[in-house]
Nanobody, 123 residues
Framework: QVRLAQSGGGSGQAGGSLSLSCVAS????????MAWFRQTLGKGREGFAA???????TYADSVKRRFTISRENGENTMYLQMNSLKPEDTAMYFC?????????????????WGQGTQVTVSS
């Protein structure tokens, strides 16, 4: 059974940077897919960055060229570097892992979730 533990996030200013990390532990030390999602009150969970075990990435247009997803397989850790932050980036952020052959941004393709971390960006 895989468990995901998140850290980082917090509060930042528009135009600034924040980072998140997500450590996987358990039986599957090298998940096929790992991804970041975010959710605001009253809205569904939005997938915006995914990475497979070989480092291939997928981004939503909303974060492309601002956010960078990466993973260190030897440390079972995934990272998210968030630059050029905008107030609309404010949300609860979740990491997730899944075993699909193709890593998408669909939350239905992910089985295990981190505990969530709040990111708040002020203007």
């Amino acid at each position: 059974q895989v468990r995901l533990a998140q850290s980082g996030g917090g509060s930042g200013q528009a135009g600034g940077s924040l980072s998140l990390s997500c450590v996987a532990s358990g039986d599957n030390y090298n998940p096929a897919c790992m991804a970041w999602f975010r959710q605001t009150l009253g809205k569904g969970r939005e997938g915006f960055a995914a990475i497979d075990r070989y480092g291939a990435t997928t981004y939503a247009d909303s974060v492309k060229r601002r956010f960078t997803i990466s993973r260190e397989n030897g440390e079972n850790t995934m990272y998210l570097q968030m630059n050029s932050l905008k107030p609309e980036d404010t949300a609860m952020y979740f990491c997730a892992e899944g075993d699909r052959a193709i890593c998408t941004l669909d939350p239905d393709n992910y089985q295990t979730w981190g505990q969530g971390t709040q990111v708040t960006v002020s203007s």
